[in-house]
């Protein structure tokens, strides 16, 4: 229980493996299975099957199917993690996660596509984090195309951070374009400078990038792939990971959940609670999928052209950080353009952001007058309204899954012309 949920936050995976082992009392089958955790934790990903097939001799559950799949993908055999899916999914016909993983590997939803139609800029701004930038602007460099400018706003900063620029603007030969400001305005209004550049304006997409996140290879054509199959979407995300435990799951989708029962009249804000139950979660694979959502963490997500015109800029009420991403992605629902999700596509990010506001009282009051302001800023007509079509896109897309899963075929095509993707 407890050490578990240390070595993995911690990324004290060794520890635990010690742990495990000094443990004379316990039941061997409970050990084969945490020690394949331990092993799929640290992308040991052959050996944490073999791990879990050993346990399978003496019970072979649904649970651990899905376990020895994840492991078999991992090690790059599709094949055969479709087949135990497919085994678990028939004993588990109500677990929705497995139906949205399984019909997206069916679809080839996991693999990368072509890089997002049009232009596109990445974005970046930073203050006084002049050693994470540099590690995130190495990543770039590594993984971005060239023909992809990158546009970095140092908003304010009084350490290295100057440097660091100048430095990488030489090295990337004037693929990256700086805006120095003399203070710091805050996060929505340094996102709002960038998006209205002369080099932004002309840009049929950008990608926000936080200055402490670090990117794979081809993760501008996993959101490629995700706007392919989701054309008329606006806003895109991915699935963010702690750097320093990257087992751990910051951020996934986020959707709204419904209340258990009526709340007070005169506490209309606390009828509507985002969803948690990724959150410090171990990485197991399980959210490994693409679907629809109310919200999409701002450390690394994709927008429009057509939405940054509809939906317009970042709030200055939550300056000078928190929520600002969150609101916008309220606001673009509101007009009709859910966000998409593509957990395919995952992304180290270094800040702790959930834990943010124990750093400081002043973080604390920050964090929590802002998370306040974004439960108000709508009635309680307008987020009930945005609840419902988040919950029917929600059923429709998995009567997409479950269709596909059925067929077992790759080439479906969905109901819904924002909802197609095939695979041939």
Request: glycine share 10%; hydrophobic share 40%.
């Amino acid at each position: 229980g407890f050490a578990s949920k240390f070595a993995y936050a911690e990324n004290r995976l060794d520890w635990f493996a010690g742990f495990l082992a000094g443990q004379k009392g316990m039941p061997p089958y409970l050990r084969l299975v945490l020690q394949g955790d331990l092993l799929l934790a640290g992308d040991r990903r052959q050996e944490a099957f073999e791990k879990y097939d050993e346990a399978a001799v003496r019970f072979e559950s649904p649970g651990l199917m899905i376990k020895k799949a994840e492991a078999l993908y991992g090690a790059g055999n599709r094949s055969g993690a479709v087949e135990l899916w497919q085994k678990a999914f028939a004993a588990r016909p109500w677990d929705f996660t497995l139906a949205l993983r399984l019909s997206d590997v069916l679809r080839e939803r996991d693999l990368p596509g072509d890089l997002p139609a049009g232009s596109g800029v990445v974005l970046l701004y930073s203050w006084n984090n002049a050693a994470d930038l540099d590690i995130t602007l190495g990543s770039l460099a590594a993984t971005t195309p060239p023909q992809v400018p990158i546009l970095l706003l140092d908003n304010g900063s009084t350490d290295d951070t100057a440097a660091v620029c100048k430095r990488w603007e030489a090295e990337l030969g004037g693929r990256l374009s700086l805006v120095p400001l003399p203070i710091n305005i805050g996060a929505p209004a340094a996102r709002n400078w960038l998006i209205s550049t002369p080099e932004v304006c002309g840009a049929d997409w950008v990608v926000f990038l936080d200055d402490d996140a670090v990117v794979p290879p081809l993760w501008l054509n996993y959101f490629g792939k995700a706007r392919q199959c989701f054309p008329k979407a606006g806003i895109f995300g991915c699935r963010v990971n702690y750097m320093a435990a990257p087992q751990i799951i910051q951020s996934a989708d986020l959707h709204e959940e419904r209340p258990l029962e009526p709340q007070a009249e005169n506490m209309p804000e606390a009828a509507f609670q985002i969803t948690d139950f990724h959150g410090q979660i171990p990485d197991r694979g399980e959210l490994g999928y693409m679907r629809p959502c109310l919200h999409v963490t701002g450390c690394c997500h994709l927008i429009t052209r057509e939405n940054l015109d509809s939906v317009g800029g970042f709030n200055l009420m939550f300056s000078p950080s928190q929520f600002d991403d969150y609101e916008r992605d309220l606001r673009s629902g509101i007009g009709g353009s859910l966000p998409v999700y593509n957990g395919h596509l995952r992304v180290m990010h270094r800040q702790r952001s959930g834990w943010a506001k124990f750093v400081s009282l002043g973080n604390a009051a920050n964090i929590n007058g802002n998370s306040l302001k974004v439960r108000l800023i709508y009635s309680i007509k307008q987020r009930a309204m945005l609840q419902k079509q988040d919950f029917s896109t929600l059923a429709g897309h998995l009567d997409e899954c479950l269709e596909v899963i059925g067929g077992g075929r790759g080439d479906f095509k969905g109901k819904g012309d924002d909802r197609v993707c095939n695979s041939k």
